[in-house]
């Protein structure tokens, strides 16, 4: 009766009495209290709430969290994977032009083939003798690339998400989410996208909030307040898809 | 255990996430160096900004001055440009002006330097036995300068701790930090 009292009391200190449980019912697992302790995913999100790209970072990985979490759909890290790629090239190139020069009084002929092949896939570039000139021409035409991806075929897309087909019989239907949030603006718009994967027609769905909805006055994101939006968005989306 | 709050968002991320943050720092590396090769390979020059370390030319350039150099081979040392030359066996490189020069028909140059702010010529700074200086010591010429700047070049030599200081927290401040 007393705990039940205690627990109930506690209204603030939730995150409190969920760790007493833990450590109690906790025993065995020893190593992997570590990793444990370091990620805590259960924690409330608390984010400064001045800082303008913390604020549309938390909101979009809590829709991320709602999305894969309560309508178990799973993430495609095929965009991701493509701009981690392409950034990964770019620092390779810079760290081969930074020890090719640091050997550059070397005799220089071998190398410069061996580079031409390992490090163009991308271009069709032939390399001549002056080998440092087009090393960081291409370092910068990367970075444009990468530029114009993000810019372009990104569109602030940052969850893709696909949800496997129960018959197993036609291809997944994808869904799509991209966010903006102005600098010094409070106005966050959340735009979810549904790719049908039978009819490939494309349907989408936003909304537009201010942040302040979402967040109390130390910075805590209200999971209550902005779950509802997210599931309201979905449903939306979804019952259209059974009517037609 | 520290609860240290800014490390919350770090936490939180899962493993594509950290390796993007870690890239995030190596691209702000990559794209320095790849700027200062560029300026490399523009000016000519191994080393196309340097700062004035000493007062020895006053009142052209005071000691802390940022200088912008080039080193194109089209362009002749004449008398009265300010070289920034390097010494044989010393590191360090040094900023005077061509006082004499000495030229051959097949445009081969011996010049002779001396600071503004100094009373006798370079002869005695140089190494021993070597009375002229040639093209190859030439880092570059001096092309313009920003006053001022480069005190905390110096300041960073003086106190090498300030500079790893300086540089763990940048470091630190973008891997933690999301875009």
């Given at each position: 009766?007393?705990?039940?009292?205690?627990?109930?009391?506690?209204?603030?200190?939730?995150?409190?009495?969920?760790?007493?449980g833990?450590?109690?019912c906790?025993?065995g697992?020893?190593?992997?209290?570590l990793?444990?302790?370091?990620?805590?995913?259960?924690?409330?999100?608390?984010?400064?709430?001045w800082?303008?790209?913390?604020?549309?970072?938390?909101?979009?990985?809590?829709?991320?969290k709602?999305?894969?979490?309560?309508?178990?759909?799973?993430?495609?890290?095929g965009?991701?994977?493509?701009?981690?790629?392409?950034?990964?090239?770019?620092c390779?190139?810079?760290?081969?032009?930074?020890?090719?020069?640091?050997?550059?009084?070397?005799?220089e002929s071998?190398?410069?083939?061996?580079?031409?092949?390992?490090s163009y896939?991308?271009?069709?570039?032939?390399?001549?003798?002056?080998?440092p000139l087009?090393?960081?021409?291409?370092?910068?035409?990367?970075?444009?690339?990468?530029?114009?991806?993000?810019?372009?075929?990104?569109?602030?897309?940052f969850?893709?998400?696909?949800?496997?087909?129960?018959?197993?019989?036609?291809?997944?239907?994808?869904?799509?989410?991209?966010?903006?949030?102005?600098?010094?603006?409070?106005k966050y718009?959340?735009k979810?996208t549904?790719?049908?994967?039978?009819?490939?027609?494309q349907?989408?769905?936003?909304?537009?909030?201010?942040?302040?909805?979402?967040?109390?006055?130390?910075?805590?994101l209200?999971?209550?307040?902005?779950?509802?939006?997210?599931?309201?968005?979905?449903?939306?989306l979804?019952?259209?898809?059974?009517?037609k | 255990?520290?609860?240290?709050?800014?490390?919350?968002?770090?936490r939180?991320?899962n493993k594509r996430?950290?390796?993007y943050?870690?890239?995030?720092?190596?691209?702000?590396?990559?794209?320095?160096?790849?700027?200062?090769?560029?300026?490399?390979?523009?000016t000519?020059?191994?080393?196309?900004?340097?700062?004035?370390?000493?007062?020895s030319?006053?009142?052209?350039?005071?000691?802390?001055?940022?200088?912008?150099?080039?080193?194109?081979?089209?362009?002749?040392?004449r008398?009265g440009?300010?070289?920034?030359?390097?010494?044989?066996?010393r590191e360090?490189p040094?900023?005077?002006?061509v006082?004499?020069?000495?030229?051959?028909?097949?445009?081969?140059i011996?010049?002779?330097?001396?600071?503004?702010?100094?009373?006798?010529?370079?002869?005695?700074?140089?190494?021993?036995?070597q009375?002229?200086?040639?093209?190859?010591?030439?880092?570059?010429r001096?092309?313009?300068?920003?006053?001022?700047?480069?005190?905390?070049?110096?300041l960073?030599n003086?106190?090498?701790?300030?500079?790893?200081?300086?540089?763990?927290?940048?470091?630190?401040?973008?891997?933690?930090h999301?875009?």
């Amino acid at each position: 009766m007393a705990a039940a009292g205690q627990g109930g009391r506690s209204g603030g200190g939730g995150g409190s009495s969920g760790a007493g449980g833990g450590s109690s019912c906790g025993t065995g697992s020893g190593r992997s209290g570590l990793l444990d302790k370091w990620k805590i995913d259960d924690k409330p999100v608390k984010i400064d709430k001045w800082d303008g790209s913390a604020v549309k970072n938390s909101l979009d990985d809590s829709a991320k969290k709602v999305l894969l979490e309560k309508y178990k759909y799973v993430e495609n890290f095929g965009l991701i994977d493509g701009r981690l790629t392409i950034c990964t090239i770019s620092c390779f190139f810079a760290i081969v032009a930074l020890i090719w020069d640091y050997m550059h009084p070397f005799p220089e002929s071998k190398p410069v083939l061996a580079l031409c092949v390992i490090s163009y896939p991308l271009f069709i570039l032939s390399m001549f003798v002056c080998f440092p000139l087009n090393l960081i021409r291409t370092y910068f035409v990367m970075m444009g690339i990468l530029t114009i991806y993000t810019s372009y075929k990104e569109k602030s897309i940052f969850l893709v998400a696909h949800r496997k087909d129960p018959t197993g019989m036609d291809p997944d239907d994808i869904w799509q989410l991209s966010s903006s949030l102005k600098r010094f603006d409070d106005k966050y718009t959340l735009k979810l996208t549904f790719i049908s994967g039978r009819t490939k027609q494309q349907r989408e769905a936003e909304f537009t909030r201010s942040i302040a909805k979402f967040f109390d006055h130390s910075g805590t994101l209200v999971m209550d307040a902005y779950e509802p939006e997210i599931s309201r968005l979905h449903d939306s989306l979804a019952t259209e898809r059974k009517i037609k | 255990m520290l609860s240290l709050d800014f490390l919350d968002d770090v936490r939180r991320m899962n493993k594509r996430q950290l390796y993007y943050q870690v890239l995030n720092f190596g691209m702000i590396v990559s794209s320095a160096l790849m700027i200062w090769k560029g300026l490399m390979v523009v000016t000519g020059s191994e080393s196309p900004i340097v700062v004035v370390l000493s007062g020895s030319m006053e009142p052209a350039f005071h000691r802390g001055d940022l200088l912008f150099l080039t080193n194109r081979v089209e362009d002749p040392i004449r008398v009265g440009e300010i070289v920034v030359f390097r010494i044989e066996g010393r590191e360090i490189p040094i900023v005077h002006r061509v006082l004499k020069i000495h030229e051959k028909q097949n445009g081969h140059i011996k010049f002779l330097t001396k600071g503004d702010n100094n009373a006798v010529d370079d002869r005695g700074l140089y190494k021993q036995g070597q009375h002229w200086l040639e093209k190859k010591d030439v880092v570059g010429r001096a092309r313009g300068f920003v006053p001022y700047i480069g005190i905390v070049t110096i300041l960073m030599n003086d106190y090498p701790k300030f500079k790893y200081a300086v540089l763990f927290l940048l470091g630190l401040f973008v891997l933690v930090h999301r875009e």
